[in-house]
């Protein structure tokens, strides 16, 4: 798929601002913005009602401008929109914004004039933001094709912004601006009906200036192109941090099938984002601590946080965030340890969170200290100094807090090869002499403790997210093809005996069996596969055997088999009189280990989704369960069996020995080919359960059920 | 316990500020403070240096005062400390401030100084603030005996706040001032080597402005005050918001035995807080936002909010973040739909949370009629409206956000009986004129919506906690009385029949069982019972019967029972040769059932903790269990089987009969009584498993271990 060529509506030479009017409009706050950034193109006012406009030359039409402009701001009502859109397509526009309402968003009338916006733009190859949108700001280009407020100072900086939501745009820039943090670009999408959110990421992670993208997202309507967009970002080095909402309406979907219930469209969404590294965040504030502290972090900053305050309670809680939100607090060095105890009061402890004690306050030399050797401790790779953040009330506080500011930024100064953050104790804003300070600096400051360990965490992890993703080996069995045709499904549903086999052919370990047609023939596969046996009804009409009493385990002897086997045919029909009956199942009866389920979802927005849990009551009752987007690599796998919270299970508790998570994870990267390679015919695939035996001996699964689509 | 008398030390008459200099010092600053505040009272500067200081007499020593001053401000370095405080005694003060450092924090010198400080003050009745603190403000006192910085503007109002941190002291002011909220105490109380932290508490709670109450603990050193305090407080309906330190390191606490190794101390202190109804907050920031919200809402709040925003996107958010911290999002009356029918633009939809539509934003009517709506539908107790905060760059949004602001402050001023609140976007303040719009309001101005929603929760929930603290009945039967004499403890450990005995004495439903001293009494035994049943070695030197394979269960028949009895006594003496047998003990099979675990720990700081979880790996694995300190009345003990994460398996899922979850009620109960009637010998009491049958069946402890104190 080609990228949509945004150039002319982001970075145009020439803009036509359509409704402007002498009094309060749109597109007088539009003209009134391109002016306050310094629009450098050419600006063309259209209101056939006035000759000149806000001292510029006004035309009657698009049309009237008499040469081709390459953006056009539709400033107008609804009725009067696809008018002048078509308009600015016949003259050869290459772009427009409409910010008006009353679209897709108000229902089916307003649907139907976005499809005619899509069509007008589909043929003039125009790129359309909105509409209901306040358009957008490409700081470092100037132009400021905005129809909402716009807070001073207007910084250009590295931090690209794009939101769906209207409110949500104008809420966010304040706090940025307000902390003197720049940004690259601010982009209100609306209802995003020709260029998506995906197209806006992806010219950003293009942009030279853009070093973090945040986005607020209330439905992505076309998931293939967000993922391409993720993995263009990580090749670029360019996190995305998203606020999607919708994650409490999972409950209401429809849950259908087993592993369908497990796993509502959001948790499949955390997957997604966690497996593509894109950071997700719950609220806004999280979302500008998180890309302030990435704007400037290192990005192959290492995980181990050195922390340096001058107080005890400070130090203190931040352990404990830390410990809770899995940032993790370096070891420092037995130098490091020596050289502290040289500078700190006696009484003082050299630990991490460092406390410099209260002694600091009048010692700056010991504050300083404490900085510079955790800088220089190889085990640390970020050093993050805590301080309180002084509106600036106080004189006192002023010289106190820009003393202890300068003492990071000295330490940073000289070329330590660290990354660096200050954070404060609560989420007021520096006085602004502090912020200037580090303005220019690569030491972002970051407020309040939560939302600080929470950005430290997202910065560490998205680093170690890049160092990780070119390792793990994608070692799998190519999937034998299978086109659907030949599977026996009735209902959607193969029996278990075919889904077996053809897992098996695909490289999933199946326990041994043999379907068996009469009595002789399931006595004869007890003997072939040896005792004990298991015998099951296969049966497309009876899918819950144990339901029907059409299953018998741990069968130890030919008078048993022959018991086993009259009673379960008898069992069968009578729950289900006219059932087809294939035969009857006979099983190598499996030694104890531990139930995992193994599944996929093929959902209809994202495709295969691979699943793992524990059997039993743990992904039903506790949710305890781990999702990828197949294809996964050996390492994925691994963390899909060691990331659920029952892992430790699998090490071998109170005397039982480590399971073979080797064979877990071999099977799931096959099932995950398996699931990659079917998925235009997979509905869904549940493996329950797949035991899984002491290392070194395997796993198997012992029932399986493939799902087609209809 | 009689309350330590805090008058003379936080309201006194008259204060001597020792160690005042010319230049900066600390009683500089204190007397500045003093005088900032207007403070009433007569103060008496202390420097053998001067005749005058700050245009105030100054004398040579307190004792030259000539006349006893409530309290003194003791402003010295450590050395100079307690012959000042012995003098102050003689002189007749009833209490005193230690801000210097120096003392318990550095180390064992500077602990026994704490003692020297101990004993004079206990000698002298005196109240001791410190040391090592900043000392304290009392606003509406207007005594400002405080060494540290003030920020302006001190506001006189209803938040208490103690601080064991002095940076964190420091910290948490600036916020409050910044934003225009009053506090009533700020209270850096050091050390606590005098007064402690609960003392504090206890003098606000009798405080008629004090309202809320806020503290940051390092480490409580008196539990029980604590609990006093909690519940003095609840009577009051004055709540306590706690940060406590000290949660990540419950993982290298000593975890002696089972039941001990699940719940470390912290997990005991979220048990004490959540029973006793402290808020527990994780950062400075949601310490804020909790009292300020707190400070303000009712107290007799339903749990049921209505949300009102202009925007999609935040209502979306709200939504998400409110099902995930657990505040209860109202469902609006079918009359409040229609009306919203009627002032909602056509596209808008009538829910809740309410997106009243970007229309609102041009006609601020349809804002205030949704405000109205909502605060009028009985089924809404707390109507938050969400703003954006603008920091007021642009008189767009100044005029915007003033309208919207003066929307929700006149409806609420119509004398609606429901909580109001603002909750803003983002974390920064509003501009300053609209904070003053809402200053004198009942309406708190939140700010950042992942914190307000959590403040909101802790406002909510402790409502319904003040609502439900009457309510549940404390029926359990009053235990045997055990000095512990009688007991046949060995290594401190009784043995399981032992146990069970004294359990079932006491009210716990033990499995019906018999000890045995032959193999015929097993067999009588087996009989009287009646089949199948279980038998296992009693020896206080086998502990775990498993292990040494000495147990044997489901027993069908008389020569069974004669091989089990013979192997149990073979296998014991092989695994311990020289141990100490009781007997066999033959009990009846239980029928099939839930296991789950009770136990109590008596803990060393907290007194006896009652457990309850289930059974197998979930406690181990998955850290699912519930701690309450006993006593606990029937509904409690319900809570603690409800709110572990797997509880619903106890409704009966996949076809299972519901569980008997009033029997593990009973034994709770009765277990608690048990707990607290035995806390001087009880060490540990460990019930594993206690098995629940089906609804109306019961349940039966099959395993019991009693542990007393050594």
Same mark, same amino acid.
């Given at each position: 798929?080609?990228?949509?060529?945004?150039?002319?509506?982001?970075?145009?030479?020439?803009?036509?601002?359509?409704?402007?009017?002498?009094?309060?409009?749109?597109?007088?706050?539009?003209?009134?913005?391109?002016?306050?950034?310094?629009?450098?193109?050419?600006?063309?006012?259209?209101?056939?009602?006035?000759?000149?406009?806000?001292?510029?030359?006004?035309?009657?039409?698009?049309?009237?401008?008499?040469?081709?402009?390459?953006?056009?701001?539709?400033?107008?009502?609804?009725?009067?929109?696809?008018?002048?859109?078509?308009?600015?397509?016949?003259?050869?526009?290459?772009?427009?914004?409409?910010?008006?309402?009353?679209?897709?968003?108000?229902?089916?009338?307003?649907?139907?004039?976005?499809?005619?916006?899509?069509?007008?733009?589909?043929?003039?190859?125009?790129?359309?933001?909105?509409?209901?949108?306040?358009?957008?700001?490409?700081?470092?280009?100037?132009?400021?094709?905005?129809?909402?407020?716009?807070?001073?100072?207007?910084?250009?900086?590295?931090?690209?912004?794009?939101?769906?939501?209207?409110?949500?745009?104008?809420?966010?820039?304040?706090?940025?601006?307000?902390?003197?943090?720049?940004?690259?670009?601010?982009?209100?999408?609306?209802?995003?009906? !020709?260029?998506?959110?995906?197209?806006?990421?992806?010219?950003?992670?293009?942009?030279?200036?853009?070093?973090?993208?945040?986005?607020?997202?209330?439905?992505?309507?076309?998931?293939?192109?967000?993922?391409?967009?993720?993995?263009?970002?990580?090749?670029?080095?360019?996190?995305?941090?998203?606020? &999607?909402?919708?994650?409490?309406?999972?409950?209401?979907?429809?849950?259908?099938?087993?592993?369908?219930?497990?796993?509502?469209?959001?948790?499949?969404?955390?997957?997604?984002?966690?497996? &593509?590294?894109?950071?997700? !965040?719950?609220?806004?504030?999280?979302?500008?601590?998180?890309?302030?502290?990435?704007?400037?972090?290192?990005?192959?900053?290492?995980?181990?946080?050195?922390?340096?305050?001058?107080?005890?309670?400070?130090?203190?809680?931040?352990?404990?965030?830390?410990?809770?939100?899995? =940032?993790?607090?370096?070891?420092?060095?037995?130098?490091? $340890?020596?050289?502290?105890?040289?500078?700190?009061?006696?009484?003082?402890?050299?630990?991490?969170?460092?406390?410099?004690?209260?002694?600091?306050? @009048? *010692?700056?030399?010991?504050?300083?200290?404490?900085?510079?050797?955790?800088?220089?401790?190889?085990? !640390? *790779?970020?050093?993050?100094?805590?301080?309180?953040? +002084?509106?600036?009330?106080?004189?006192?506080? %002023?010289?106190?807090?820009?003393?202890?500011?300068?003492?990071?930024?000295?330490?940073?100064?000289?070329? +330590?090869?660290?990354?660096?953050?200050?954070?404060?104790?609560?989420?007021?804003?520096?006085?602004?002499?502090?912020?200037?300070?580090?303005?220019?600096?690569?030491?972002?400051?970051?407020?309040?403790?939560?939302?600080?360990?929470?950005?430290?965490?997202?910065?560490?992890?998205?680093?170690?997210?890049?160092?990780?993703?070119?390792?793990?080996?994608?070692?799998?069995?190519? +999937?034998?093809?299978?086109?659907?045709?030949?599977?026996?499904?009735? *209902?959607?549903?193969?029996?278990?005996?075919?889904?077996?086999?053809?897992?098996?052919?695909?490289?999933?370990?199946?326990?041994?069996?043999?379907?068996?047609?009469?009595?002789?023939?399931?006595?004869?596969?007890?003997?072939?596969?040896?005792?004990?046996?298991?015998? &099951?009804?296969?049966?497309?009409?009876?899918?819950?055997?144990?339901?029907?009493?059409?299953?018998?385990? %741990?069968?130890?002897?030919?008078?048993?088999?022959?018991?086993?086997?009259?009673?379960?045919?008898?069992?069968?029909?009578?729950?289900?009189?006219?059932?087809?009956?294939?035969?009857?199942?006979?099983?190598?009866?499996?030694?104890?280990?531990?139930?995992?389920? =193994?599944?996929?979802?093929?959902?209809?927005?994202?495709?295969?989704? =691979?699943?793992?849990?524990?059997?039993?009551?743990? $992904?039903?009752?506790?949710?305890?369960?781990?999702?990828?987007?197949?294809?996964?690599?050996?390492?994925?796998?691994?963390?899909?069996?060691?990331?659920?919270?029952?892992?430790?299970?699998?090490?071998?508790?109170?005397?039982?020995?480590?399971?073979?998570? @080797?064979?877990?994870?071999?099977?799931?990267?096959?099932?995950?080919?398996?699931?990659?390679?079917?998925?235009?015919?997979?509905?869904?695939?549940?493996?329950?359960?797949?035991?899984?035996?002491?290392?070194?001996?395997?796993?198997?699964?012992?029932?399986?059920?493939?799902?087609? &689509?209809?």
């Amino acid at each position: 798929m080609e990228k949509k060529d945004l150039k002319p509506l982001l970075a145009p030479k020439s803009i036509a601002v359509v409704g402007v009017s002498q009094g309060r409009s749109l597109g007088g706050r539009v003209i009134d913005n391109l002016t306050k950034l310094n629009f450098a193109g050419k600006i063309y006012p259209v209101n056939p009602k006035y000759e000149e406009i806000k001292r510029m030359r006004c035309y009657p039409s698009v049309t009237a401008i008499g040469e081709t402009v390459d953006m056009v701001m539709i400033a107008l009502a609804r009725p009067h929109v696809l008018k002048v859109l078509k308009e600015a397509a016949d003259t050869g526009a290459r772009a427009a914004v409409i910010p008006s309402s009353g679209f897709g968003e108000t229902g089916e009338p307003g649907k139907a004039l976005e499809n005619d916006i899509r069509s007008i733009a589909g043929e003039a190859n125009m790129a359309v933001c909105g509409p209901n949108c306040y358009g957008f700001v490409n700081f470092h280009g100037r132009v400021a094709a905005f129809s909402g407020p716009l807070y001073e100072p207007l910084i250009p900086g590295r931090i690209g912004l794009v939101m769906q939501s209207g409110a949500i745009t104008h809420s966010i820039t304040d706090p940025f601006s307000h902390r003197s943090v720049g940004l690259s670009f601010l982009i209100s999408s609306g209802n995003e009906t !020709v260029v998506s959110g995906s197209d806006y990421i992806e010219y950003m992670i293009d942009d030279e200036h853009t070093r973090v993208i945040a986005t607020f997202v209330e439905g992505l309507r076309d998931v293939e192109s967000f993922i391409r967009a993720a993995e263009h970002a990580r090749e670029k080095e360019k996190p995305i941090v998203v606020v &999607k909402v919708g994650r409490s309406q999972k409950a209401q979907k429809a849950a259908l099938a087993h592993t369908g219930s497990l796993a509502g469209p959001d948790e499949i969404f955390e997957a997604l984002f966690r497996q &593509k590294g894109v950071i997700r !965040v719950r609220d806004l504030d999280e979302l500008i601590e998180t890309t302030i502290a990435l704007e400037k972090i290192k990005r192959n900053v290492g995980s181990r946080v050195g922390v340096v305050t001058i107080s005890g309670g400070a130090s203190g809680l931040i352990s404990d965030l830390a410990e809770e939100n899995r =940032l993790q607090l370096a070891d420092l060095s037995p130098e490091t $340890v020596r050289n502290l105890r040289q500078i700190l009061p006696s009484f003082g402890t050299p630990s991490n969170p460092l406390d410099c004690t209260g002694s600091a306050a @009048g *010692d700056l030399g010991i504050f300083k200290g404490g900085i510079e050797h955790l800088s220089r401790d190889s085990n !640390v *790779d970020l050093v993050a100094v805590g301080l309180n953040s +002084s509106c600036g009330t106080t004189e006192y506080d %002023n010289r106190l807090y820009e003393g202890m500011a300068n003492c990071a930024k000295e330490v940073w100064q000289k070329g +330590s090869d660290k990354s660096f953050v200050i954070m404060t104790y609560t989420s007021n804003t520096f006085h602004p002499k502090i912020c200037q300070m580090f303005r220019d600096t690569d030491i972002p400051v970051l407020q309040g403790l939560q939302k600080s360990v929470l950005a430290l965490g997202h910065a560490t992890r998205y680093s170690e997210f890049l160092r990780n993703r070119n390792t793990g080996t994608a070692e799998r069995v190519s +999937s034998k093809a299978y086109s659907g045709k030949e599977w026996n499904a009735k *209902d959607g549903v193969l029996s278990e005996y075919d889904s077996k086999k053809i897992l098996s052919s695909c490289g999933v370990d199946c326990i041994e069996e043999i379907l068996a047609g009469s009595r002789d023939k399931s006595i004869e596969a007890s003997e072939k596969l040896g005792y004990p046996v298991v015998l &099951k009804v296969v049966s497309p009409d009876i899918p819950h055997k144990t339901e029907a009493q059409a299953i018998r385990i %741990n069968i130890g002897s030919k008078e048993e088999v022959m018991r086993a086997y009259d009673e379960i045919l008898e069992n069968a029909t009578i729950f289900k009189p006219n059932a087809e009956i294939q035969g009857i199942l006979v099983q190598k009866m499996a030694p104890k280990g531990i139930e995992t389920i =193994l599944g996929v979802k093929n959902d209809p927005q994202i495709g295969p989704v =691979l699943m793992f849990g524990l059997g039993g009551i743990f $992904v039903e009752l506790l949710g305890d369960f781990s999702l990828r987007i197949p294809p996964i690599v050996e390492r994925e796998a691994l963390s899909m069996v060691m990331n659920i919270k029952a892992a430790k299970l699998f090490e071998g508790i109170r005397g039982a020995k480590k399971a073979d998570v @080797g064979a877990i994870v071999r099977n799931l990267l096959n099932l995950s080919t398996f699931a990659v390679e079917h998925r235009d015919i997979l509905s869904e695939v549940d493996i329950n359960p797949f035991v899984v035996f002491e290392e070194g001996r395997g796993g198997s699964a012992l029932d399986a059920l493939i799902t087609v &689509k209809s």
